[in-house]
Nanobody, 116 residues
Framework: VQLQASGGGLVQAGGSLRLSCVTSGIIFSSYTMGWYRQAPGKQRELVATIRSSRSTNYADSVKDRFTISRDNAKNTAYLQMNSLKPEDTAVYYC???????????WGQGTLVTVSS
């Protein structure tokens, strides 16, 4: 199983980025995909999830700014991030989990830096 996250970079406050998470080795359409982030000195936190049914869940801090989506044909999950703030600076990780009791697979992380 491989999850490859990409799309991070340096952006000014108010800007946008789109993260991608390409997966292999799983039946992608059956998995809940998630984006998490970890800022320096802080614990990893949930950003957003999207189920196989395409229902979504967001952290309050990113609601109305971030959008999670998936393309089952491309085995890829996305995180569109708009109106970025300096406090969004973190390493962003994607993960995949089929059920709450199943193993969780993680990508390697992609760094997002938002300058003020």
């Amino acid at each position: 199983v491989q999850l490859q996250a990409s799309g991070g970079g340096l952006v000014q406050a108010g800007g946008s980025l789109r993260l991608s998470c390409v997966t292999s080795g799983i039946i992608f359409s059956s998995y809940t995909m998630g984006w998490y982030r970890q800022a320096p000195g802080k614990q990893r936190e949930l950003v957003a999830t999207i189920r196989s049914s395409r229902s979504t869940n967001y952290a309050d801090s990113v609601k109305d700014r971030f959008t999670i989506s998936r393309d089952n044909a491309k085995n890829t999950a996305y995180l569109q991030m708009n109106s970025l703030k300096p406090e969004d600076t973190a390493v962003y990780y994607c993960n995949a989990q089929r059920t709450p009791m199943s193993p969780t697979y993680w990508g390697q992380g992609t760094l997002v830096t938002v300058s003020s």
